[in-house]
């Protein structure tokens, strides 16, 4: 497959929105093996108490398992808890277990709650600077998980899904990203708008689409990531779907999805 421009640092991308269901997990596990495919170094950091992100890569994450919860909770350096995904030699993950479910409670009564992923994530990229994206998959709310995942970031990446009611959430997501630019991280950048689950047979789709790029502009991705059963079935066997049925429609579209993001950070 083509190679990509490859950024000079590490691009630590947040994909967030607060609703369920919308295809943050699966962007972020798509786009990131697209990534490694290309020849990027990657790492997923699973932020969601469910661990979607950490089964659709392939990786353990039962209740014994070291994760993200050590990292925020116990100090744990994600050194210590980065697993390799069978998915590709470049591709990396930090799981996430249940244990993350109680996280939110432990961390508001933390010395610099904002800032303990952030912390962590600089130092961890201190020791690797060849990890060339870190992506990170949100809980669907807008806790202390996802504000620490707001803060240890350079960029935001919303998915939408093209649905009734798309940009429901959506004012509030926006808020809550001007306040962290004003309070905690002034230089993380609204960077990319993705459309997911389309259907390019349905009027509401288009519809979506054009109140999406009237809403967001040119921060919305000109690819769109279509609708395709391959793309829901691909993590029941462990793989994304850019490995998994790599000539599908989802997966040529998050390669080209992948691209954009590469050529974009490529001109700032
Ligand atoms: P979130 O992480 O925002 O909760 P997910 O990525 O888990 O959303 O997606 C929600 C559900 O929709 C999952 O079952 C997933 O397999 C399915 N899904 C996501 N993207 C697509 C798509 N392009 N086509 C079909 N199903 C999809
Ligand atoms: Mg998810």
């Known amino acids: 497959s083509g190679q990509l421009p490859l950024p000079e640092d590490t691009r630590v991308i947040t994909v967030v929105n607060q609703k369920g269901g919308v295809g943050k997990t699966t962007s972020v596990v798509n786009l990131a093996a697209a990534f490694a495919q290309a020849g990027a170094k990657v790492l997923v950091l699973d932020l969601d108490p469910q661990g979607n992100a950490s089964t659709a890569l392939g990786i353990e994450h039962h209740a014994e398992v070291p994760s993200t919860y050590e990292v925020l909770i116990e100090g744990a350096p994600l050194e210590d808890v980065v697993q390799q995904s069978p998915e590709h030699e470049r591709l990396l993950c930090v799981p996430s277990t249940i244990h993350l479910a109680g996280a939110d409670l432990e961390l508001a009564t933390m010395d610099r709650r904002e800032y303990v992923l952030r ?83 349905t009027i509401l ?64």
């Open 119 to 201: 912390d962590a994530v600089q130092d961890y990229l201190m020791e690797h600077d060849d990890i060339h994206y870190l992506f990170i998959d949100c809980p669907p709310s807008l806790g202390l998980l996802t504000i620490n995942a707001f803060t240890a970031a350079s960029e935001v990446l919303i998915p939408i899904q093209s649905e009734y009611y798309a940009l429901e959430g959506v004012s509030q997501l926006l808020d809550t990203i001007g306040r962290i630019q004003q309070h905690l991280n002034p230089t993380l950048d609204l960077a990319t708008v993705l459309l997911t689950m389309y259907d390019g047979r």
């Open 205 to 268: 789709s288009k519809q979506v689409a054009e109140e999406v790029r009237g809403h967001f502009g040119d921060k919305t991705l000109e690819t769109v990531i279509p609708r395709s059963v391959r793309v829901s079935e691909a993590p029941g066997f462990g793989q994304t779907v850019v490995t998994y049925d790599p000539n599908s429609p989802g997966a040529l579209s998050y390669r080209e999805a992948a691209k954009e993001i590469a050529l974009r950070g490529a001109q700032k």
